[in-house]
């Protein structure tokens, strides 16, 4: 009997995708180690854009190459005629815009709701034409991928997909974040001149992420010699600019760019990660503060109080509420390390090891 192949669309791994594109890597190296390794086939762009480390992807013995982009129609004929031609049994699709009527069955990802959740941070065209390309997806779809309880549930509930078709998948801790020595920590502090004790957020600055409230927070809140340091791509002038307000002044460090490895350093050197966001898909920026032994303030919503279980302290979207927790874990270090103490158990519940046998154990259902 022919054993089933398995095509992996990886066009993902590309810069402009770096959360969805971080899980599809380890994802990928994870689904490498299992029995269905053999069974894999590659998918990969023809000049892919990306800071992951390829080789081991491509020393797989299955491995094509594609021309078109998520966003170019020209992906839909090109990928009938590739899935025919390596008789593809299945196809994983790590994103909702998918090439569409593909001649086998197929598991689509969809990671949030957020234009249902958050609607008032997307145009009425965006939420529009988000909401017909996650219909679109459902319908081309033998199943869903999720990447946490809550946008399950999202799922469900907004687009009337049946429970059984949704399939659990979770996420994993890369190998690279966990508590780092402190002459590491210390060498960061010296390269970007940041103080001995600050409190960090590491995010983009995407209306739903709250850069402004968080920084509305930390100017009332009384920190002492605690400074707060931010680190993400910022894509609105208009971010950068809330920096220059004068209460801010010598209380807080920009990084710009956070060289991939130096994220470790900068979680396990930092007394907590502030991580105001009104939604997320999962919320790896907490996991990844967990995972190297950091406790984390985030607001009790969506997925994060599946991230940060009781590794942090979860919060209401109330100014008052993030200055006084603000304020605490500055100052009450017996409350911060009682939740640090926290964070080895929460870190332990997720590996990259389960995602690929959550997923495996999906695809013999197809």
Request: with cysteine; proline share 7%; hydrophobic share 45%.
């Amino acid at each position: 009997m022919k054993q089933a192949t398995i095509a992996l669309d990886l066009r993902v791994l590309d810069d402009h995708f770096p959360g969805i594109g971080r899980f599809c890597y380890e994802l990928s190296l994870a689904l490498l180690q299992t029995p269905i390794a053999e069974q894999l086939h590659l998918i990969l762009p023809q000049q892919p854009r990306t800071q992951f480390d390829l080789r081991p992807l491509l020393q797989h013995p299955k491995v094509s190459r594609v021309s078109h982009s998520l966003f170019s129609v020209g992906q839909h004929r090109e990928w009938r005629s590739l899935l025919s031609e390596i008789q593809a049994d299945l196809a994983i699709f790590p994103y909702y815009i998918r090439p569409l009527f593909q001649p086998c069955p197929s598991l689509t990802l969809i990671y949030d709701t957020i234009s249902w959740r958050v609607p008032a941070t997307f145009s009425r065209r965006k939420r529009w034409q988000i909401a017909a390309l996650h219909h679109v997806a459902i319908q081309q779809s033998a199943a869903i991928g999720t990447i946490s309880h809550s946008a399950a549930s999202d799922i469900a509930q907004f687009y009337g997909v049946n429970p059984q078709r949704l399939a659990y998948l979770g996420v994993g801790i890369s190998a690279q974040f966990q508590p780092q020595p402190a002459t590491t920590i210390a060498a960061l502090r010296a390269k970007y001149g940041l103080p001995e004790r600050y409190i960090v957020y590491v995010a983009s600055d995407k209306p739903h992420k709250q850069i402004d409230f968080l920084l509305d927070a930390w100017q009332a809140a009384q920190t002492a010699e605690v400074g707060l340091v931010l680190g993400g791509r910022w894509r609105n002038p208009t971010s950068e600019q809330l920096l220059e307000h004068p209460k801010l002044h010598g209380r807080v460090w920009r990084i710009a760019d956070v060289p991939e490895d130096e994220l470790a350093a900068l979680y396990s050197g930092a007394l907590a990660l502030a991580f105001p966001s009104l939604y997320e898909g999962f919320g790896l920026p907490a996991l990844e503060a967990i995972a190297c032994g950091t406790p984390v303030l985030a607001q009790n919503s969506s997925s994060l109080p599946e991230a940060v279980g009781a590794a942090g302290c979860l919060l209401p979207n109330e100014q008052a509420t993030w200055i006084k927790a603000l304020e605490r874990m500055c100052h009450d270090s017996t409350w911060r390390e009682s939740l640090a103490a926290q964070t080895s158990a929460q870190a332990a519940k997720f590996s990259w090891q389960q995602v690929a046998e959550r997923l495996e154990q999906q695809l013999n259902t197809l």
